[in-house]
Nanobody, 125 residues
Framework: QVQLAESGGGSVQAGGSLRLSCGVS????????MGWFRQAPGKEREFVAA????????VYADSVKGRFTLSRDNVKKELYLQMNSAKPEDTAVYYC??????????????????WGQGNQVIVSS
């Protein structure tokens, strides 16, 4: 069974930076596509960014494009989300997600088989 564990969340002031990490453990299948989603209080979960196994397919939500950078290290089995120029509207619980069959990065949450427990990010104004 694949397990995902997020780390690196916390509080930051608007305009600051934060880096989220997601470690992959367990399972025998290769993790092809990985992504980040977030859910703010009272709102539905929304897509943030996703990356393919090779890293040649990366997609971002319009709300974070140009501010967030997604990357992965397949040797270390880790996914990273560098959050720069943070805004109060980035405040949410961030979830790491993984898929073992897709080739291209996808925005659809239903496409992901495995999810982390979530990590709180608070951006204060």
């Amino acid at each position: 069974q694949v397990q995902l564990a997020e780390s690196g969340g916390g509080s930051v002031q608007a305009g600051g930076s934060l880096r989220l990490s997601c470690g992959v453990s367990g399972g025998r299948s290769r993790i092809y596509v990985m992504g980040w989603f977030r859910q703010a209080p009272g709102k539905e979960r929304e897509f943030v960014a996703a990356i393919s196994w090779s890293g040649d397919s990366i997609v971002y939500a319009d709300s974070v494009k140009g501010r967030f950078t997604l990357s992965r290290d397949n040797v270390k089995k880790e996914l990273y989300l560098q959050m720069n120029s943070a805004k109060p509207e980035d405040t949410a619980v961030y979830y790491c997600a993984a898929n073992t069959s897709l080739v291209q990065a996808t925005r659809g949450g239903s496409e992901y088989e495995y999810w982390g427990q979530g990590n709180q990010v608070i951006v204060s104004s």
